[in-house]
T-cell receptor, first 114, second 111 residues
Framework: DGGITQSPKYLFRKEGQNVTLSCEQN?????MYWYRQDPGQGLRLIYY???????QKGDIAEGYSVSREKKESFPLTVTSAQKNPTAFYLC?????????????FGQGTRLTVV | LAKTTQPISMDSYEGQEVNITCSHN???????ITWYQQFPSQGPRFIIQ???TKVTNEVASLFIPADRKSSTLSLPRVSLSDTAVYYC????????????FGSGTRLSIRP
């Protein structure tokens, strides 16, 4: 059945290492998003993509990179330049246009720097 | 997209009706009002969306006055499982602009 899948659920990274978080959707949605959530806080937009091979920076893009080579996939790389990467990361997708702009979220990846 | 403002937290009791109000003074003509619910360690889930007057689904009702500068999410007869964070957003149906979340309202339901 259709949905959006993030993996892994938990991820541990050593300081100075890059790590890539996976996000896959089979909803045929054009738009995809990455958010970061810190404890007790709301979601902050990292990157978003409205179409394949195109993406835009959100409010906190520094230290992160993304790619959108396929419609179904929008991986997020947390680079060593991200000074405080420990957080809960959420991926979402939504239709580009149409009658319904509801966004669907994955279950999240909890990243911890050790 | 215009900014939204909502209370940081609210408390209520099981069986009560809960109303959460969101202010969006600078809402644009083509903005819709959307509410999401988030449980701890999970992604947000869509609850309801509306443009004007009243919208009702199996989960909640959304009341929007004529000037659209505010909206109220109404949860009838809440239960402990309604304890969550509720986000009010503005979204545009004409294109997939970036979706911006605020801090949300942390709703706590007590027995």
């Amino acid at each position: 059945d259709g949905g959006i899948t993030q993996s892994p659920k938990y991820l541990f990274r050593k300081e100075g290492q890059n790590v890539t978080l996976s996000c896959e959707q089979n909803l045929n949605h054009d738009a995809m998003y990455w958010y970061r959530q810190d404890p007790g806080q709301g979601l902050r937009l990292i990157y978003y993509s409205q179409i394949v091979n195109d993406f835009q920076k959100g409010d906190i893009a520094e230290g992160y990179s993304v790619s959108r080579e396929k419609k179904e996939s929008f991986p997020l790389t947390v680079t060593s330049a991200q000074k405080n990467p420990t957080a809960f990361y959420l991926c979402a997708s939504s239709p580009q246009e149409g009658a319904d702009t509801e966004a669907f979220f994955g279950q999240g990846t909890r990243l911890t720097v050790v | 997209l215009a900014k939204t403002t909502q209370p940081i937290s609210m408390d209520s009791y099981e069986g009560q009706e809960v109303n959460i109000t969101c202010s969006h003074n600078n809402i644009a003509t083509n903005d819709y009002i959307t509410w999401y619910q988030q449980f701890p360690s999970q992604g947000p889930r869509f609850i309801i969306q509306g443009y004007k007057t009243k919208v009702t689904n199996e989960v909640a009702s959304l009341f929007i006055p004529a000037d659209r500068k505010s909206s109220t999410l109404s949860l009838p007869r809440v239960s402990l499982s309604d304890t969550a964070v509720y986000y009010c957003l503005l979204s545009r149906r004409s294109s997939a602009s970036k979706i911006i979340f605020g801090s949300g309202t942390r709703l706590s339901i007590r027995p």
